[in-house]
């Protein structure tokens, strides 16, 4: 009992005194709350003025457009009718049109000289009561740019003009005519929205609240949760602290405190800043008008409360595995992605809170909160929810408590001792950086040579990433074998990883699929993309150099040898595969391949780290684009394979990397140059 | 060995290092230190000495051996341990933020004083002459404020065991003067004090035993006229070759 009272007061000491320390730096100040409490409302009313901008340019426009077929007449006639009906009628913006007559109205449009083109088509005896049954509705097709704002607004304007006309005329119709001969032809469509007042807004609001916190909590949490850890190491305080009566968890529960705290603070400041900023009238925020009630308001934000403390873990966690401030905030931006994916959650349409949903933490509490702002939810499932999310928090508390205990390494004073080592740091802490231009590079010749493939994979592989890699090396003066890691590996992974190729295109086609749902591509901009990608005329050899092995020896030079090879120094292998298949999934441009390139990296990257040599991997690659490219050309399709394949596919895999793992005879090639140069100081 | 406050024996600590593969950093070490005496644990640098007392702090733990503080055994509760220990080196920080006082209001409670808190900390900073720089921000301290700030924060417990990671370096003549006079106080004063320190002069002017560590191992433990005594050397430094030396041979 003695020793309760103790730990409760060292842990609010710990806590004031952090506390105080951390919102005595101007810098934490800024960042953490008043950046952020500019930022949202400027957002806001930014986005608020483009549209009031947009909207008034859309008003002002004049539309031009012309009239083709053999109804022109009619459909102009029609045209001038509606454009009458908005100047007639108040509540409609009147329309300023304007008739062409261009010679070939059709490439006046795709010229951009035109903003429609009318046709009318199947229009055969109008209004022909005496021949009821054949007649045939006329119907008026608007042609339009859907890639120019103002062809799109004047499809829109003209689009409504058009029905707002037709409904009228109907009216009339009905009016002057007591019998109804056709009643579906006359029928007038109106939509009501028959939510309570305010209901709407709540679902919006229910919907997002959760992901917003979160968003805000891991955004404002940061700074300090960064500096509570991997600073104070950095520092030496950290060390202070851990030689003092204090034991590890109280000292992480008390540092995730002071997370959730400022994090806290933010949360509720920026919450009163909105409402602030909404009562002055200033910004339209549906926040004014969902009127949720305090007691619903209470629950909600106890609710929250777990999701907080799970993230301000998260935060910790981070900063204490990192080895460093820089570290941290490398893994800082991943996270923060991964975090923001459960939130989502609400805005997945049919997910319910009595699934499978529950076990999830953070999920879980989103469904509870759009359930209690948008109608009920079960109290029970809320209470699990509340339970499991919070237990995820304690247990992320106590991993974190383990790394930070962990972070001190024995010896403060070793040094690297010769040249070469202190080059190989250097390399380490550039290399990566020096992605940066290639990447920006790479994205100018792309654009460059956009019109032909083999000269863009010639800039892209061979100069820009090729020759910044040897470029790099020349810097640094680093032997290119053992820095890119060019040993020969034992020969008994040949024939595994010749399994393993086909098996990596058969998973690859499932996150193909699921990258493709995340990114839809439409089937013209995939057709495009093929037929550029394989140019079939082209001779078989030079398909398979350009398509295969030029890119494959250049890329894992870069991405394996270079890359993964530094990065792995500072943040260690697991990590460095990590980063170095997400940077490579970039290198690739489009968003619909970066999912499937950032996984053929992950399983490069992995028999990098498990060979000690990039040989396998180059090996593995140009196999593979060979592969692709062939499969490409035939029939076969292989986007959906079964179970069975999969599971088969997997195996194959995991026996190829356990190949490598057992038969590895090298060390990994930077490690190997370190060690070899330890003596010589 | 009822009076000894601090008892190592047979300390081995085995750490894996991604680039140099597997090091032992300490390798069979013991000794052991009384109340009331200054223990300097001698080594150039690489030596082990900071791996020695880190393990004594229970910062690390040990790969095999024992290490006892009080009596405690440092692996069954180093929370216990850590409570009647004060640890400083060169990169145990102060909070940059926080005052003088407050930073030893802090560390008193941190540590569990048992006392009135706010007594012992006007009294320390009476005693170490800090007044008018109490509440001055320790970010805007002097080099050698700072460093007697730290020392300080280090007592405030009134632990019975101090242990010192090299606590010299850095500092200029004057300021590692300080430091080493408010060491023999704090001795004098009845606390055992293990400090460690590469520099052979200070060993010798300051410490009434001496452990000299080489490559994580022990060369040799006694009162600087024991080792003069042994290797038949008049200067430390020599002592310490010549030990060195017969390691060599006997190795």
């Known amino acids: ?681 | 060995m009822q009076d000894s406050t601090i008892q190592i024996e047979n300390l081995v600590k085995v750490y894996h290092d991604r680039a140099r593969g597997e090091v032992r950093a300490v390798d069979d070490i013991t000794f052991s230190c009384r109340s009331g005496e200054i223990f300097g644990l001698l080594g150039p640098n690489g030596a082990g000495k900071t791996t020695t007392l880190r393990t004594v702090s229970t910062v690390l733990e040990p790969s095999s051996g024992t290490v006892r503080v009080m009596g405690i055994d440092a692996r069954q509760d180093p929370v216990a341990v850590r409570r009647s220990i004060g640890f400083y080196s060169s990169t145990t920080a102060l909070f940059p933020r926080l005052t003088a006082r407050e930073t030893l209001r802090f560390f008193a409670e941190v540590n569990g004083y048992p006392g009135e808190v706010r007594q012992r900390v006007e009294e320390v900073i009476h005693d170490l002459d800090l007044g008018s720089y109490a509440d001055v921000r320790v970010d805007r301290l002097s080099q050698g404020m700072r460093q007697k700030v730290s020392l300080a924060r280090t007592d405030i417990h009134d632990p019975p065991v101090l242990i010192l990671d090299e606590p010299t370096t850095g500092l200029d003549v004057l300021n590692a003067r300080e430091i080493r006079d408010r060491i023999s106080i704090l001795r004098d004063r009845g606390k055992t004090v293990l400090f460690s320190t590469h520099i052979m002069a200070e060993a010798e002017k300051l410490c009434d035993r001496i452990a000299i560590i080489h490559e994580g191992r022990l060369l040799g433990t006694g009162t600087l006229e024991e080792i003069r005594e042994r290797t038949g050397e008049r200067y430390l430094e020599d002592a310490f070759v010549k030990l060195l030396l017969r390691r060599g041979a006997d190795g």
């Open chain 1, 1 to 681: 009992m003695a020793d309760r009272a103790g730990r409760l007061s060292r842990i609010s000491s710990v806590f004031l005194h952090q506390l105080k320390s951390v919102l005595r730096d101007r810098r934490t100040i800024f960042l953490a709350f008043v950046l952020p409490l500019l930022i949202v409302p400027a957002m806001i009313l930014l986005s608020g003025w483009i549209t009031d901008v947009r909207e008034e340019q859309r008003e002002s426009v004049e539309i031009e457009y012309a009239v083709v077929g053999p109804h022109g007449d009619r459909a102009a006639n029609m045209v001038r009718l509606a454009g009458q009906h908005t100047a007639e009628n108040d509540t409609l913006t009147s329309l300023a049109l304007k008739e062409e007559t261009p010679e070939s109205p059709l490439s006046s449009l795709a010229d951009g000289e035109l903003h429609l083109v009318v046709r009318l088509v199947r229009s055969s005896k109008i209004h022909s009561e005496g021949e009821s049954g054949t007649s045939k509705t006329p119907m008026l097709v608007l042609y339009y740019r859907g890639d120019s704002d103002e062809s799109g607004w004047a499809m829109e304007e003209l689009g409504s003009a058009l029905e707002e006309l037709r409904t009228a005329q109907r009216r009339e119709l009905l009016l002057s005519s007591a019998t109804v001969t056709k009643p579906d032809s006359f029928m007038a469509l109106q939509l009501t929205d028959v939510a309570p007042e305010g209901r709407a807004a709540a679902y919006t609001i229910g919907r997002l609240t959760t992901l917003f916190v979160l968003f805000f909590i891991l955004a404002g949490g940061s700074v300090v949760a960064m500096d509570l850890v991997a600073g104070e190491r950095e520092r030496g305080s950290l060390e202070t602290l851990l030689t003092t009566a204090i034991t590890r968890r109280e000292l992480a529960l008390s540092k995730q405190l002071i997370v959730l705290a400022i994090a806290l603070a933010i949360c509720i400041l920026q919450v009163l800043n909105l409402l602030l900023y909404t009562s002055l009238g200033l910004l339209d925020s549906p926040l004014a008008e969902a009127a949720i009630s305090p007691a619903r308001l209470i629950v909600v934000l106890l609710l929250l409360l777990p999701v907080a403390f799970l993230a301000s873990g998260i935060l910790l966690l981070i900063s204490s595995r990192a080895r460093s401030y820089r570290e941290a905030q490398i893994l800082l931006f991943p996270v923060v992605l991964l975090g923001a994916v459960p939130a989502a959650a609400p805005l997945i349409p049919g997910i319910s809170l009595s699934s499978a949903v529950l076990a999830v933490p953070v999920a879980n509490i989103a469904l509870a909160v759009r359930g209690v702002l948008t109608g009920g939810v079960n109290p029970a499932l809320a209470a699990v929810s509340w339970i499991i999310t919070g237990g995820a928090g304690i247990a992320v508390s106590l991993w974190a408590a383990r790394l930070m205990g962990s972070s001190l390494s024995p010896e403060a004073d070793v040094l690297p001792t010769s040249p070469i080592q202190l080059r190989l740091r250097l390399f380490s802490k550039s290399a990566p950086r020096a992605f940066l231009p290639m990447f920006a590079l790479v994205l100018v010749s792309s654009s460059l040579f956009s019109d032909d493939l083999a000269l863009q994979i010639i800039a892209n592989t061979v100069l820009i990433l090729l020759g910044g890699s040897l470029l790099l090396l020349k810097r640094y003066r680093l032997p290119l074998r053992e820095t890119l890691g060019l040993q020969l590996p034992s020969p008994l992974i040949w024939p595994f990883l010749g399994a393993a190729v086909p098996a990596g295109i058969l998973l690859s086609s499932h996150i193909y699929r699921l990258s493709t749902a995340l990114f839809p591509t439409s089937a013209r901009m995939m057709e495009e993309m093929y037929a550029r990608g394989i140019g079939l005329d082209a001779p078989l050899w030079q398909l398979l150099l350009l398509g295969a092995i030029v890119p494959a020896v250049c890329e894992e030079a870069a991405f394996r040898g270079v890359l993964l090879g530094s990065v792995r120094r500072t943040v260690g292998s697991v990590s460095a595969v990590i980063v170095s298949s997400l940077v490579f999934g970039l290198f690739h441009m489009t968003a619909v391949r970066f999912l499937p390139t950032a996984f053929l990296g992950l399983m490069l990257g992995l028999s990098v780290v498990l060979t000690g040599s990039i040989l396998p991997a180059i090996v593995w690659h140009a196999l593979n684009n060979a592969l692709a490219l062939i499969l490409s050309g035939t029939s076969l399709d292989p986007t959906s394979p079964g179970t069975l394949p999969t599971l088969a596919a997997a195996a194959t895999i995991s026996a190829a990397f356990y190949v490598m793992a057992r038969t590895r005879s090298a060390p990994s090639p930077q490690v190997a140059l370190d060690r070899r140069h330890r003596g010589d100081g």
